[in-house]
């Protein structure tokens, strides 16, 4: 069946490291884009992370630029997240996503195809 599952969430104090893996069956992500997002209590869920599907390229909201990575394996048909320096305003619980379709913004939710069942993430301060 198609699955995206994320693993390696967790608690962390500020400043620490976590990464996320969101592996996918039952399709092949490369031909995908690829989405990561957060909603954290009382908030919308909002786009993090994006690797495009034609090229790689990746994008980020503002306020994880510099901190988190994105990246894929296509051989092992996962995608990770590298949160580094984290902060309590990083908590939330975290999704991957993929979509065929490309007719509005990455960090649109509605774009998506497939979301993963969320793994938590909390910084302490």
């Known amino acids: 069946q198609v699955q995206l599952v994320e693993s390696g969430g967790g608690l962390v104090q500020f400043g620490g490291s976590l990464r996320l893996s969101c592996a996918a069956s039952?399709?092949?992500?490369?031909?995908?884009?690829i989405a990561w997002f957060r909603q954290a209590p009382g908030k919308e869920r909002e786009g993090v992370s994006y690797?495009?599907?034609?090229?790689?390229?990746?994008y980020y909201t503002d306020s994880v630029k510099g901190r988190f990575t994105a990246s894929k394996d296509n051989t092992k048909n996962t995608v990770y997240l590298q949160m580094n320096s984290l902060k309590p305003e990083d908590t939330a619980v975290y999704f991957c996503?993929?979509?065929?379709?490309?007719?509005?913004?990455?960090?649109?939710?509605?774009?998506?195809?497939?979301w993963g069942q969320g793994t938590q993430v909390t910084v302490s301060s």
């Open positions: 996503a993929a979509r065929t379709q490309y007719n509005g913004k990455w960090y649109g939710t509605e774009q998506y195809n497939y």
């Open positions: 039952g399709f092949t992500l490369n031909n995908y884009g």
């Open positions: 690797i495009a599907r034609s090229d790689g390229t990746t």
